[in-house]
């Protein structure tokens, strides 16, 4: 069974920096690739970074390019994303999701690309 476990967040204040990290059991990144997304209150889930299978160069949504960086750690299965200069606009759960395609070649930016999914993490930026 496929299980993916968030962890890292949490109450910071503006300009702070947070890692999160997503470990995933039953399933590997590497043969399928995966998305970091958040969802603010009253708003629709929206892609921020993913990587393809193989652990490929990471691709990031335009609005946090330069501010978040996705690494893997290869060995342990897990995916982190730093996050600096945090905003209140990045307030929101935080999600991270393992594509449904086996070894898909790009990464996907729908939500629908993705099969499993944690139960999310809370980032809270206050100003």
């Known amino acids: 069974q496929v299980a993916l476990y968030e962890s890292g967040g949490g109450l910071v204040q503006a300009g702070d920096s947070l890692t999160l990290s997503c470990a995933i059991s039953g399933s590997s990144f590497l043969e399928y690739g995966m998305g970091w997304f958040r969802q603010a209150p009253g708003k629709e889930r929206e892609f921020l970074a993913g990587?393809?299978?193989?652990?490929?160069?990471?691709t990031y949504a335009a609005g946090v390019g330069g501010r978040f960086t996705l690494s893997i750690d290869n060995a342990k299965n897990t995916v982190f994303l730093r996050m600096n200069s945090l905003k209140p606009g990045d307030t929101a759960v935080y999600y991270c999701?393992?594509?449904?395609?086996?070894?898909?070649?790009?990464?996907?930016?729908?939500?629908?690309?993705?099969?499993?999914w944690g139960q999310g993490t809370q980032v809270t930026v206050s100003s």
């Open positions: 990587l393809t299978w193989n652990g490929g160069s990471p």
């Open positions: 999701a393992r594509n449904r395609e086996l070894r898909r070649r790009s990464v996907a930016r729908e939500v629908g690309a993705y099969a499993y």
